[in-house]
């Protein structure tokens, strides 16, 4: 027995003041993003399937399983590794699925062990065959279960789970099974993300192993990404979507493959989490130097016109661009702010970077100009 942490807990800098992962289920997310799509007055309509479409020039016309017909500007696929929006365009789903590997997993209670901690149960001699339960928050004390599967296991079952804790010894009663799957590694990568005026973003353009936590993040990178260049309209910006978000796709993909080897190869420490699964380092510049064009936007403390602590991700959170200007007044324009230093004026808008962490993590001198993107990257 003994106890290990998955990643060393980092401790908040101006910059990044979130460094750490949070660990949230994917109902949880769903359930935070279908609520903050009611508060813009619209909701997810479920069984309602994409029968097929047609684009021409000027839009797409989609076909449902309700019998009704929509037509609109642009069409996104964000409809899985079985996308039909991509089976339609005819975009090939390059990589591999290893039938050879299979994986129990379920969301179940388990009696007797502390919900701040995940568990591994293994033998010393097969480690690449252990038995994971990672606590789900705020799901009412329910783990999450995984374990290899042999042919002649057959059914996702509470029984099946239990049998497996029980050939270990690992004196753990289960309880409540609330869901169960059978998964098989599946690595792949769509070779185009759009066709004409239509996208295909998430698991539809590429679909993850689970290890190091990459393959939801990037769909929702993929969706913030192509969401504010659709509605800015440009045609420029939304040639920029597959070529920024093919290349993550593909470095994440890389990595997660690398982490799936790892584990079924038995590495000790195939459980550890770096820097590099944080997607915090994700980029898209093209140029070189300390900070630059389609680099993560820096956060730092600021004080506002009246002294009141505020944070430079708080001037840029909503779907808006923001501009800065640092060290001089800042044109009267929406979303954009002068930063001062500690003393200066300014009759529009503007911030005080009372102790110098903004101009600091952006390396900018008085006069400089900063644009950050609806996306958080600067522009």
Known sequence: MGERRTAEHLQPTPDVPYPNAWI???SQTEAVLRDRLAAFGASVELNTELIGFEQDPDGVTAHLSTGETVRAAYLVGADGGRSTVRKTLGIAFEGTTDES??????????????????????????????????????????????????????????????????ALDAGVRLAG???????????????????????????????????????????????????????????????????????????????????????KDGVEDAYERGENTRQLDVSYRTSEGRLVAGD???????????GKAIRLFDLCRGPHATRLVFGAPAPNEPHTYAVLRPGQSSPGAYVIDAEGHAFAAYGTADGDTVHIRPDGYVG
């Open 24 to 26: 949230l289920g994917q």
């Open 177 to 263: 099974l609330v869901w169960s799957t059978v998964w098989r590694p599946n690595i792949r990568l769509a070779e185009r993300f759009r066709i004409g005026r239509v996208f295909i973003a998430g698991d539809a353009a590429h679909v993850h192993p689970p290890t190091g936590g990459q393959g939801l993040n990037t769909g929702v990178q993929d969706a913030y990404n192509l969401g504010w260049k659709l509605a800015d309209g440009s045609p420029e910006l939304l040639d920029t979507y597959e070529s920024e978000r093919r290349t993550v796709a593909t470095r994440t993909l890389t990595l997660s493959e690398e982490l799936l080897e790892r584990h």
């Open 296 to 306: 993560r936007a820096p956060d730092a403390p600021l004080r506002d016109p009246d």
């Open 101 to 166: 590997m299979r994986v129990l997993l379920g969301d179940v209670s388990a009696d007797g062990l502390d919900h701040e901690y995940g568990y591994w149960f293994a033998r010393a001699a097969d480690v690449s065959s252990g038995i994971q339960l990672s606590p789900l928050p705020n799901r009412g004390g329910l783990f999450q279960f995984g374990a290899p599967l042999s042919e002649q296991d057959t059914e996702p079952s509470l029984g099946t789970l239990q049998e497996k804790l029980d």
